[in-house]
């Protein structure tokens, strides 16, 4: 465990993953971000690109820096999946309403099919 994660919360599933308790594939991974695949894709690439340090949401004011990083990682996570040329959508739920479902800041990378031009 490094510095970053070391305010991992036990009852979070994303934590667990980082931390390598199941062994997942990583698809990137750097000093501030994990990136693996989803367990219920909803396209064809389906990656989730999770910060090292558990922060809920936007909501729970995480370091521009950090968000920096996660930022950045979304372009190299669609070039190694091969959706950099074709396009990717990128989602990120903040709170019940929205959708989130785990509550460990993380961003959708979507790509691998042609999505509709509208958002909803
Ligand atoms: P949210 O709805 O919070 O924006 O997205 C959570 C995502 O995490 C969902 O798309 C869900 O399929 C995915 N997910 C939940 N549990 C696991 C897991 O144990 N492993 C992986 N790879 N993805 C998970
Ligand atoms: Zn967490």
């Given at each position: ?87 990717y ?9 929205a ?7 993380h ?14």
């Open positions: 465990m490094t510095g970053k994660e070391l305010n991992a919360q036990d009852d979070c599933i994303f934590c667990k993953i980082i931390a390598g308790d199941f062994n997942t594939d990583f698809v990137y991974q750097d000093d501030y971000v994990v990136a693996f695949d989803d367990i219920s894709p909803q396209a064809p690439v389906h990656t989730l690109i999770v910060p090292r340090q558990h922060v809920i949401n936007l909501e729970d004011n995480p370091d521009p820096e950090l968000l920096k990083h996660l930022f950045s990682a979304v372009s190299k996570v669609a070039q190694i999946k091969g959706v950099n040329e074709s396009g959508r990128i989602i990120q739920n903040n709170g019940r309403g959708g989130q479902t785990v509550f460990h800041l961003v959708h990378v979507l790509g691998g099919k042609r999505f509709s031009e509208g958002m909803a």
